[in-house]
């Protein structure tokens, strides 16, 4: 839609959507191994953890690896999550370029088998991206820094708040994915110039609050007709 209403080329496809839900099943081997692979070796392969706290093992030895066993299982859980949405976003570019080369039908599926085995370093780039965006990983903002600074400066800081990465991009990504959003989109491309609300990354950024408002829409109006309620029967024998 954005690239007929300002004439541009389309750099993004409908068909992207289904190779990011197959390029998640696809990743799901591989993001089992990452994860036993980080829950034995206690180093993430993404750089970035739900628990971030690359803190010295104050325990070690065998001792030490048994009480950090609910860290360890995170950082597992952490490293399966964004192998899976590195391979979905992988999937989702290898379609994008074959289709923007107008590659169609055994030729498109062939380029996209080629990028799959080898993506390019902007593949691999983007694929590292997407997974940090959708695990909530995202680096923090002045803001957000500030806060992690004082959760450093309290004593037990990080027992209270082992998760200020997530806790602080969650609430941000839903907030994209309402109309709210398109200010911040106006502020950005008007305002700003930001180069990354341009072309295919401008139609991205539109899509978020349209399809987060349909979903918002579908799920009041199941529930205004009482079809959802968000909780369990009321009766035990139901």
Do not use: W
């Not at 004082?150 to 998760?163: D, H, K, Q, S």
């Not at 709210?180 to 341009?198: C, S």
């Amino acid at each position: 839609f954005r690239a007929k209403l300002t004439g541009t080329p389309q750099e993004r496809f409908a068909g992207e959507a289904a190779k990011d839900t197959y390029g998640m099943a696809a990743g799901l081997q591989e993001g089992i191994r990452k994860g036993l692979e980080a829950f034995i070796t206690e180093k993430p392969s993404f750089g970035e953890t739900r628990i971030e706290a690359a803190v010295p093992k104050a325990i070690p030895g065998t001792a030490g690896k048994i009480v950090r066993i609910p860290g360890r299982a995170l950082l597992a859980a952490d490293e399966l999550a964004k192998q899976v949405n590195f391979s979905a976003s992988i999937h989702a570019e290898a379609y994008r370029i074959a289709a923007g080369e107008g590659k169609v039908g055994a030729a498109r599926a062939t380029r996209m088998q080629e990028l799959i085995a080898k993506p390019t370093e902007a593949m691999i780039e983007a694929g590292q991206k997407d997974a940090i965006y959708r695990t909530f990983q995202k680096e923090l903002q002045p803001i957000g820094r500030g806060i992690a600074g004082l959760r450093e400066a309290i004593p037990g800081g990080r027992l209270v708040l082992p998760f200020l990465r997530t806790l602080l991009n969650l609430p941000k990504a839903a907030l994209e994915h309402t109309p709210l959003n398109f200010i911040r989109i106006a502020y950005k491309n008007v305002i700003e110039k930001h180069p990354d609300f341009k072309g295919g990354a401008l139609s991205e950024e539109l899509a978020k609050p349209v399809l987060g408002t349909m979903a918002g829409y579908l799920a009041y109006d199941l529930a205004s007709r009482g079809l959802i309620t968000g909780s369990g029967p009321s009766d035990p024998n139901c």
